[in-house]
């Protein structure tokens, strides 16, 4: 089949839509489709084989000058101008304008390709595309309107919920695209039930496809280093439960010598840097970030045992990594992190999600445990062998892809004949 694979943002380390681009792409391309990858700033990795068109923005939230202004000649047309004004009254309006992009681009390859696999884009551009005469199916990681949840629920400032609000804005437009796709592919039973809930989707039009785990993460050779703790978060995003974390992990400096390692770059002078400095935890918290994978599967294995403190996921990869590392787990109960490790309690110690005492309490027993942490390492990246493969995902996705070029000539068949 000939896939044109659509992603408005896609660079790994901006989180798992990266993630998920490169490795899904990737497989196809090994089974024998001809992958195109459509991709907005931050342009994905790709691997070799794989095609790349970028669809470029004004890129208005770059680093190091996020929130730009740009430049009267940077402007080239109507969507140009559409994604500044948004930007100026506080919305988001990247999936909105590369949905209108990545449309306007189709219409001239309409014979290029056999299906268009909508990344969670969600954006009203998504509608147009099968009108073309594009057979369109889409994957919904989780609906954002739980990240808008928790953020605005996070903040006690009115103006700052109010810019929340208004940031949160496309969350309504990707509702409305949702409840119109052909078909959704969803990494796990709970983002398929809050898809359902939050944005009206009927299940019968959802599939749940869990997701991969790459083979570069494998377990350390060398030993752990003791009293050392990792996460992997978006640190100054609440919804990923850092601040529970620090709480629990300043009560355990208190009495214990241990270090934290959290994989992020956080905001200078925002919220987590402010905790640390409350909690006077400085000397113990280290931040990594703009590592190569090679370093990151060093630093899982070099950690006794790793936190997954998250309020909410639709599936969470880091948490499937750090098992495939046979990196013993305490993970919040929260979304579908039960999933990822299974119900039998093997792989993790699960606490509930936000609760200071709880976690401190199960951290400091799995430390005072080295047989248990043995036991859930050998015992997570079993599972991950078993049930989290690339290979896998791809050779289902591509199933799903058959299954949407069917329905589609069918209903297009339907409409012509009663025309």
């Known amino acids: 089949m000939r896939i044109a694979l659509l992603s408005y943002r896609s660079k790994p380390h901006c989180g798992g839509q990266g993630i998920y681009i490169r490795h899904l792409s990737r497989e196809l391309t090994k089974l024998g ?4 990858v459509f991709s907005g700033q931050p342009y994905p990795d790709l691997d070799e084989g794989v095609a790349l068109t970028k669809l470029p923005s004004l890129d208005l939230y770059r680093e190091p000058d996020p929130f730009r202004v740009p430049k009267l000649k940077e402007f080239r047309d109507r969507i140009d101008v559409e994604e500044f004004a948004t930007m100026c009254v506080a919305g988001f309006p990247e999936p909105k304008t590369f949905s209108l992009r990545a449309a306007r681009a189709l219409q001239e390859r309409i014979d290029d390709f056999d299906i268009v696999h909508d990344n969670q884009v969600l954006g009203y551009g998504m509608l147009e595309i099968e009108k073309m005469g594009l057979p369109l199916l889409t994957t919904l990681h989780h609906p954002i309107s739980y990240d808008r949840r928790i953020d605005i629920a996070a903040t006690k400032n009115p103006w700052r919920k109010f810019t929340l609000t208004r ?3 496309f969350v309504k437009m990707q509702a409305r695209v949702a409840r119109q796709a052909r078909k959704i592919l969803t990494p796990s039973e709970t983002s398929k039930r809050d898809i359902a809930k939050d944005f009206g989707v009927d299940p019968a039009r959802m599939q749940v496809i869990l997701l991969g785990v790459d083979d570069l993460f494998v377990p350390p050779t060398k030993p752990r280093v003791p009293g050392r703790i990792m996460a992997m978060a978006s640190a100054d995003a609440p919804m990923k ?3 529970t974390l620090l709480e629990a992990f300043a009560k355990l400096r208190t009495e214990r010598d241990v270090e934290l390692f959290l994989v992020t770059k956080p905001k200078p002078g925002g919220r987590t840097e402010k905790l640390i400095d409350k909690l006077s935890i400085q ?3 280290r931040f990594v970030h703009g590592i190569s994978d090679a370093e990151l599967v060093e630093l899982m294995g070099s950690a006794e045992l790793a936190c997954v403190p998250s309020l909410y ?4 990869l880091p948490t499937a990594e750090l098992m495939a590392c046979a990196t013993p787990l305490v993970a919040s109960d929260a979304g579908a992190i039960p999933e990822v490790v299974g119900p039998d309690g093997l792989c993790a110690d699960l606490v509930t999600a936000g609760d200071v005492g709880e976690l401190e309490q199960a951290i400091a027993a799995l430390l005072d445990d080295p047989e248990r942490r043995a036991r859930y390492g050998a015992a997570g ?8 493969s690339w290979r896998a995902v791809a050779q289902k996705v591509a199933v799903a892809y058959e299954e949407v070029i069917a329905d589609f000539r069918v209903s297009t068949s339907s409409t012509t004949e009663e025309n």
């Open 33 to 36: 489709h001809s992958v195109e």
């Open 167 to 169: 940031w949160y804005g």
């Open 241 to 243: 439960g850092i601040s």
């Open 313 to 316: 996921e639709g599936f969470s």
């Open 381 to 388: 990246r079993k599972r991950v062998e078993e049930m989290f």
């Open 283 to 285: 000397d113990s918290v």
